[in-house]
Structures are given as structure tokens and as C-alpha cells.
């Protein structure tokens, strides 16, 4: 098996992405608040943690938020990884494209799916326990590429694509845009159904895009396997940084507890 090496950059398209006229794997922006934010991306990238073993480790696609603007790259992307690696999990961040891209991002997610599975072998993964982390815009993400199961929304490009674009499992984290503002119902690229994958939600009922307590109960009615986890304050953004007498803290040991099945 090969070393997991987090610097190395893994493009996922072998020429352009779909749509794309440039290979643009973007750059910081704004860093206020000790927030790395990345931007002009039109060329998604992986970066891999978690040392590959003999044993097959499930694989977390990490997906940063960012507003579908820019990408949270170290708080809600390398940060998040490296958590997780050490829970036992391989861990792969995924600069999807920004900004405005919302399409050619869940592209991406599906690509990385994919690339995560066609690769399992060589870093170590179990194919059958692949799931994924978002965050804010990144959850909305990994909530859609959760409800559309096995779509392919482009073209297969090569033998990548012949590997499933499926989640075993998925944590939308403090997620924004799962409900529709006008109708109370959940949006209709998430619109959940009974053959999603088990879901974790965590959200602060102080943030201002709260969601994911609505949105779970629209996915328990529709007979989805799903944990949602209210904490009253922390609001929005935060990551794992929030010190341990803010509620939201507790968010990371709730998610671990809940992942631990998928480490059996």
C-alpha cells in the first residue's frame, strides 16, 4: 500500500473538469479570524490522511464550507482530517470548485466518490464504508451528493468512473440551505428518501442558517436512519475550535460516538 502523504495534491479529473476552460486549483484569500480561505478553484483536488494499514479503514470525504464562495481549507478541511484520521478513519479533503459552482461541486463529489473506491486497494480503504463530512455549504453538499445516492451527473471520463459514486454514510455539520425559506420543506436537490444512508446532523439552534433539526425530521418521516444534535449556543463556522464550555463543543464527541459503528 501507499504511504498517505497530505501534501501531495490528487486531481480528480484527468483533463478538465466538466464545464471548466482552465485547471485552476485556487488560491488563499481573506485569512481574518486564522482561517486559511481558498477561492478561484476550478480543478478539485483530494488530500489524503490517516496512515494506510493492512487492515481496510472506512474513508471520510471531508468537505469544507465556504458558502459555495470560497472553502474553509484548514478549519473545516485539513483540521477536520486530521481529526478523523486519528480516530482510525482515511480522511480525504476535497477542494471542490468555487465560487458559484454549485453543479461542478457535487460533479466533484461525485468524482471523488468514485477515485476514493478505484483507489481503495492502494491506500487502504474499504470500498463498502465510504461516507461524508460537511460543513455549512460542505454539508449541504454532502447532504445532496447523500439524497441523489448513485447519480453520475456527467459523462463517465475513464475507468474511475466505472467505481460506485454512492455514500455509505453522511455528517452534514451546522449545514445551511437544507430547507426551502418560503415552503418550510426541505430543498429539492436534498429531498430525502428512504434509501439515503445513515445521517448525522449537529447544528447550534443560535445559528443563523439552523436547518438540520427541520430537515431531520422531514428524513425520519421518509424512513431515513437519522441522528440530529441541537446544542443551544456556538452559532456557526467554528469547526473543532470551540473551547469545551461552549455547547456546540460537544458536536465532535456526539460525531465520534455515532462513526464508531462504521469502524467495526
Same mark, same amino acid.
Given at each position: 500500500?501507499?504511504?498517505?502523504?497530505?501534501?501531495?495534491?490528487?486531481?480528480?479529473? @484527468?483533463?478538465?473538469?466538466?464545464?471548466?476552460?482552465?485547471?485552476?486549483?485556487?488560491?488563499?484569500g481573506?485569512t481574518?479570524?486564522?482561517?486559511?480561505?481558498?477561492?478561484?478553484?476550478?480543478?478539485?483536488?483530494?488530500?489524503?490522511?490517516?496512515? /494506510?494499514?493492512?487492515?481496510r479503514?472506512?474513508?471520510?470525504?471531508?468537505?469544507?464550507?465556504?458558502?459555495?464562495?470560497?472553502?474553509?481549507?484548514?478549519?473545516?478541511?485539513?483540521?477536520?482530517?486530521?481529526w478523523?484520521?486519528?480516530?482510525?478513519?482515511?480522511?480525504?479533503?476535497?477542494?471542490y470548485r468555487?465560487?458559484?459552482?454549485?453543479?461542478?461541486?457535487?460533479?466533484?463529489?461525485?468524482?471523488?466518490?468514485?477515485?476514493?473506491?478505484?483507489?481503495?486497494?492502494?491506500?487502504?480503504i474499504?470500498?463498502?464504508?465510504?461516507g /461524508?463530512?460537511?460543513?455549512?455549504?460542505?454539508?449541504?453538499?454532502?447532504?445532496?451528493?447523500?439524497?441523489?445516492?448513485?447519480?453520475?451527473?456527467?459523462?463517465?471520463?475513464?475507468?474511475?468512473?466505472?467505481?460506485?459514486?454512492?455514500?455509505?454514510?453522511?455528517?452534514p455539520?451546522? @449545514?445551511?440551505?437544507?430547507?426551502?425559506?418560503g415552503?418550510?420543506?426541505?430543498?429539492?436537490?436534498?429531498?430525502?428518501?428512504?434509501?439515503?444512508p445513515?445521517?448525522?446532523?449537529?447544528?447550534?439552534?443560535?445559528?443563523a442558517?439552523?436547518c438540520?433539526?427541520?430537515?431531520?425530521?422531514?428524513? /425520519?418521516?421518509?424512513?431515513?436512519?437519522?441522528?440530529?444534535k441541537?446544542?443551544?449556543?456556538?452559532g456557526?463556522?467554528?469547526?473543532i475550535?470551540?473551547?469545551?464550555t461552549?455547547?456546540?463543543?460537544?458536536?465532535?464527541?456526539?460525531?465520534?460516538?455515532?462513526?464508531?459503528r462504521?469502524?467495526?
Amino acid at each position: 500500500m501507499v504511504p498517505i502523504n497530505s501534501t501531495s495534491p490528487i486531481r480528480i479529473w @484527468p483533463g478538465l473538469a466538466p464545464g471548466e476552460t482552465t485547471a485552476d486549483s485556487g488560491h488563499p484569500g481573506d485569512t481574518s479570524g486564522n482561517v486559511l480561505r481558498l477561492t478561484g478553484v476550478t480543478s478539485a483536488e483530494l488530500f489524503l490522511y490517516g496512515a /494506510a494499514q493492512d487492515a481496510r479503514k472506512p474513508a471520510v470525504l471531508v468537505c469544507p464550507g465556504g458558502g459555495y464562495s470560497i472553502l474553509a481549507s484548514d478549519l473545516e478541511g485539513s483540521e477536520i482530517a486530521q481529526w478523523l484520521a486519528q480516530l482510525g478513519f482515511v480522511a480525504a479533503v476535497l477542494h471542490y470548485r468555487v465560487p458559484d459552482k454549485r453543479d461542478g461541486a457535487y460533479q466533484d463529489g461525485r468524482r471523488a466518490l468514485s477515485w476514493l473506491r478505484a483507489h481503495a486497494r492502494e491506500y487502504g480503504i474499504d470500498p463498502n464504508r465510504v461516507g /461524508a463530512m460537511g460543513f455549512s455549504a460542505g454539508a449541504h453538499l454532502v447532504t445532496r451528493l447523500a439524497a441523489g445516492l448513485s447519480e453520475r451527473p456527467y459523462e463517465p471520463v475513464d475507468l474511475i468512473d466505472d467505481s460506485g459514486c454512492r455514500l455509505d454514510f453522511a455528517l452534514p455539520i451546522y @449545514p445551511a440551505y437544507l430547507v426551502d425559506n418560503g415552503t418550510g420543506a426541505p430543498s429539492a436537490d436534498v429531498a430525502p428518501s428512504a434509501s439515503m444512508p445513515p445521517l448525522f446532523l449537529a447544528q447550534t439552534s443560535d445559528d443563523a442558517h439552523f436547518c438540520s433539526d427541520v430537515y431531520a425530521n422531514f428524513a /425520519a418521516k421518509a424512513g431515513v436512519d437519522v441522528t440530529s444534535k441541537v446544542y443551544a449556543t456556538g452559532g456557526h463556522g467554528y469547526g473543532i475550535r470551540l473551547p469545551a464550555t461552549v455547547p456546540a463543543s460537544l458536536w465532535k464527541t456526539d460525531a465520534a460516538d455515532w462513526l464508531a459503528r462504521f469502524l467495526r
